[in-house]
Nanobody
């Protein structure tokens, strides 16, 4: 089981930027220490939605259409940390952001086996 802790959320004005971090520890299993990671978000009254994902090597990334061109996902395996750089933020980006780990990078929440506790991002208009 991988333990994940998000940080970096906060209140920002529309058009501003934030960088989220996700610190990871542990292993996915007794035989594997590699895993893809992803970011999801959940706004009040809405279902959890895919934001971005990245493979273990960091050379394959995937984005939701709503954030493409504004958000950038990256990871530093030496630091066991994943990042989400969020630029040109909009009020509709307001949500609790969760990081998660999965065997392969994908857009489906049910395929992720480990989740962080979430960090609140609020974008004011």
């Amino acid at each position: 089981q991988v333990q994940l802790v998000e940080s970096g959320g906060g209140l920002v004005q529309a058009g501003g930027s934030l960088r989220l971090s996700c610190a990871a520890s542990g292993r996915t299993s007794s035989t594997s220490s590699t895993y893809a990671m992803g970011w999801f978000r959940q706004a009040p009254g809405k279902e959890r939605a895919f934001v971005a994902a990245i493979n273990w090597g960091g050379d394959s990334t995937y984005y939701a259409d709503s954030v493409k061109g504004r958000f950038t996902i990256s990871r530093d395996n030496a630091k066991n940390t994943m990042y989400l750089q969020m630029n040109s933020l909009k009020p509709e980006d307001t949500a609790v952001y969760y990081c998660a780990a999965a065997p392969i990078a994908n857009r489906e929440a049910w395929l992720y086996h480990s989740w962080g506790q979430g960090t609140q991002v609020t974008v004011s208009s």
